[in-house]
């Protein structure tokens, strides 16, 4: 679904990053947002969303934006990874933020 039009004064209030995916407790309209009202109400698969972004490392030819990503609500697409998910508990409970506590950093080549 693409949008092609917005309300009068859609963008004029103060708000960044993904649009919809902030708690209601930090959100600018402070309402449920979309895909909480979707997990309280068993519309999901599975209480999961993912996201896959084009990489595009050491590719000749890659532009400085490069299209491409991909993302699913209500679980995984297996098609997009190889291994095991590593599920981490959010940083507050009841969550805030999307905040990880980050142990480690590594970096995946292929």
């Known amino acids: 679904m693409v949008a ?8 004029g209030n103060n708000v960044s990053g993904v649009m919809g995916f902030a ?3 930090v959100a600018v ?4 947002p979309f895909w909480q009202n979707l997990l309280n109400s068993n519309e999901l698969s ?7 972004l084009t990489r595009f490392v ?3 030819g890659a532009q400085q934006v490069e299209p491409g990503g991909q ?8 098609t997009l990874y190889t291994g095991d998910i590593e599920y981490l508990n959010l940083t507050s ?8 506590d980050i142990t480690s950093l590594f970096w995946l080549s292929h």
Do not use: C
């Open 4 to 11: 092609n039009q917005t309300v009068s004064g859609f963008l």
């Open 29 to 32: 309209t402070n309402s449920t």
């Open 71 to 78: 993302f699913t609500l209500g679980g995984t697409n297996t």
């Open 23 to 25: 708690f209601g407790s």
């Open 58 to 60: 050491n590719v000749t």
């Open 93 to 100: 409970d009841p969550p805030d933020y999307w905040a990880l």
């Open 46 to 52: 599975q209480p999961l969303m993912s996201f896959w």
